[in-house]
């Protein structure tokens, strides 16, 4: 029994974990105001850039004193800046439970040595024992795991007169959920996650704690020009006022602009948030009544609900050994795609074999529900197929 061709299919079939959906109603339109063959630092270009800024502190709804950059090569970039400049004088409790903590556990272990340092990890589905961070040490940590689904369910295990600086990747989290910025001395994000705006830059928000580590550490390593965010022992703070280190992309910069006056005309961060939570709550229904696929992330309490993971718990699949079930994903994501209803949504390629679906705030709920029929159709059709060719 494979059940018949969904009659509906979603309006816009973008369900990619990054780059996300562009905002609904997008059209290239949306650009024409960008500042195209100007210098950046001209004050039109200078002018856009600090509204970059600006807005983005808005609508996140950042506390006094926080600072932000627009940073080169995108939430990497911004994490990797970060770690360069104010690692080295505190050990480092690296939290890890996916793939992109598992990037920065590298650069803090292999990279940059950092003396006395620990590794606090779990496996795909888990979240690491935060109980663990000890307030004297520097702390490292993505707030959402992309690539698994699960992410930090609040800011309690983080100490308010802590001594380290917390370092947080929240490339899939700022702007989709609650983040306590008390609790955070640097966040990054990316442009092209939970806005859909584009690839390329990164933002760097600083905590006063952390641009006072910044002005009194200079990391015994050398530091590449790229990474570099003060001169003479100060901060540079044109940096936080729309002079970037290098040149920017002006057409990424209007599309950021254009995403979040998007965000501000839904209600800013709590438009944003029903959107996100009515996403996932459409695709949970599903999950819920489903015969064939689970959660990744194991607990409720901190399953993510933008970057939805799922496993396929039919034993028909789940039996089978690793590289099979890939396969079996693979085949399922491309028929989807085949037929128009779903980029994108077979797993990250280091996580378990399973399917990812974006529920942030720029996807349509009724693309999801007009979604799910079809992800039943197509794995009655891999399964059936597969079987009839055994
Ligand atoms: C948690 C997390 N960190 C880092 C990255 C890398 O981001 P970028 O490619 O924007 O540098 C991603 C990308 O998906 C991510 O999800």
């Known amino acids: 029994m494979t059940g018949s061709r969904p009659a509906v299919r979603p309006a816009r079939p973008f369900f990619s974990s990054g780059p996300c959906a ?62 360069w400049q104010l690692l080295g004088p505190k050990p480092v409790d690296a939290f890890t439970w996916e793939s992109f903590g598992e990037d920065w556990v590298t650069d803090v272990f292999k990279q940059l040595k950092i003396k006395d340092s620990r590794i606090i990890r779990a496996p795909y589905g888990e979240l690491a024992d935060l109980s663990q961070a000890d307030p004297k040490h520097d702390a490292v940590f993505v707030w959402n795991g992309t690539t698994s689904g699960v992410r930090v369910p609040n800011g309690d295990w983080i100490a308010s007169d802590r ?19 008390d609790k955070l001395d640097v966040v990054t994000f990316s442009w092209q996650k939970a806005l859909g705006g584009e690839g390329a830059h990164g933002m760097l928000v600083l905590s006063p704690r952390a641009a006072a580590r910044l002005e009194s550490y200079c990391p015994p390593w050398p530091l590449p020009k790229i990474f570099r965010l003060t001169k003479g022992g100060k901060l540079m703070e044109g940096t936080f006022e729309g002079e970037t280190i290098n040149t920017p992309s002006m057409l990424c910069v ?23 939570e009515a996403n996932f709550n459409a695709l949970a ?36 050994p690793e590289a099979a079930r890939a ?11 085949k037929e128009g209803v779903a980029y994108d949504i077979a797993g990250h390629r280091n996580a378990p074999a399973g399917l990812r679906i974006w529920c942030g705030a720029t996807v349509e709920r009724a693309d999801l529900e007009a979604l799910t029929p079809w992800l039943d159709w197509a794995y ?11």
């Open 327 to 337: 396969d079996t994903v693979k085949k399922l994501a491309g028929l989807l795609e």
């Open 22 to 83: 562009k905002r609904p109603g997008w059209t290239a339109e949306a650009l024409k105001g960008a500042a195209l063959s100007r210098l950046h630092r001209s004050a039109f270009g200078r002018a856009k850039l600090k509204e970059a800024i600006d807005r983005t502190r808005r609508v996140l709804e950042l506390p006094a004193g926080y600072r932000i950059a627009v940073v080169p090569a995108s939430d990497t970039g911004a994490m990797e800046m970060a770690m």
């Open 254 to 276: 209007e599309d950021w602009l254009d995403t979040l006056k998007w965000a501000e005309s839904i209600g800013g961060l709590r438009g944003l948030y029903t959107r996100v």
């Open 285 to 320: 229904a599903w999950v819920e009544e489903s015969n064939w696929v689970d959660f990744l992330a194991r607990d409720a309490s901190f399953r993510s609900p933008t970057s939805v993971c799922l496993k396929i718990t039919d034993p028909w699949c789940a039996s089978m």
């Open 380 to 390: 009655a059709q891999v399964k059936s197929q597969t079987r009839a060719a055994a």
């Open 163 to 181: 001594e380290g600086l917390t370092i947080c990747d929240a490339t899939s989290a700022a702007f989709a959920m609650e983040l306590p910025w």
